[in-house]
């Protein structure tokens, strides 16, 4: 079975101001995927960034990259040079490569960008 | 727009009665996914469609059936409804079948069902 902590489930940042988002991951599968989406007020849930269990370099999409630390088992996400509409829920996510695609989620951090 | 259309986007309804939430996966998309998120349970997974073919089973309710059609848009038939049951529904659709990469979930808007 798969499981995603997340242990923040509120954060304050200010504006333009880097944040780390953390995750830590629980899994026997050898090969897996993690994943991060953002959920804003309105409801939708928004694919920010993928990260393969075998890749050997960090992601990173634009603002954002994750810092995956395999040995630790940890996915955090960081988001730099924070912007008001950055200020949603987010979720880390799992799945296994192995015919198991179903994404498993954290409960989420709130993340709130103050002016 | 993600691509993955849902209908409706808001019901209410009483307690006993059945309802039908719509999916549409993006062009392309055979795997369609269903997800519940409540306050107090956050994102479940509740059961997954390939092509037609039921692929995944995850804390689906009995009360609750799923399925995908042969044009791949899906159903989630809620029944007996309780309280409990009042919830935000999520559909999602990927590509893979068996992914060796990543299999991103695109999702939809949802569809926002409280039951009273």
């Known amino acids: 079975a798969q499981k995603i902590t997340q242990t923040q489930p509120g954060m304050f940042v200010q504006e333009k101001e880097a944040v780390t988002l953390d995750c830590t991951y629980d899994t026997s599968d050898p090969s897996y995927g993690l994943f991060w989406y953002k959920q804003p007020s309105s409801g939708e849930m928004i694919f920010l960034i993928y990260?393969?269990?075998?890749?050997?370099q960090n992601a990173t999409e634009g603002r954002y990259s994750l810092n995956f630390q395999k040995a630790r088992k940890s996915a955090n996400l960081v988001i730099s040079a924070s912007q008001l509409g950055d200020s949603a829920m987010y979720f880390c996510a799992m799945n296994s490569n192995f015919g198991n695609e179903k994404l498993t989620f954290g409960t989420g951090t709130r993340l709130t960008i103050i002016p | 727009d993600s691509g993955v259309t849902q209908t409706p986007k808001h019901l209410i309804t009483a307690t006993g009665q059945r309802v039908t939430l719509r999916c549409s996966p993006r062009?392309?998309?055979?795997?369609v996914y269903w997800y519940q998120q409540s306050l107090d349970q956050g994102l479940q997974f509740l059961i997954q469609y390939y092509n037609g073919e039921e692929r995944a089973k995850g804390n689906i309710l009995e009360r609750f059936s799923a399925q995908q059609f042969p044009d791949l848009h899906s159903e989630l038939n809620l029944s007996s409804l309780e309280l409990g049951d009042s919830a935000l529904y999520f559909c999602?659709?990927?590509?893979?079948?068996?992914?060796?990469?990543?299999?991103?979930?695109?999702f939809g808007a949802g569809s926002r069902l409280t039951v009273l």
């Open positions: 990260q393969g269990s075998y890749d050997q």
């Open positions: 062009s392309g998309d055979l795997s």
């Open positions: 999602a659709s990927s590509v893979a079948e068996d992914s060796s990469g990543a299999n991103v979930l695109t």
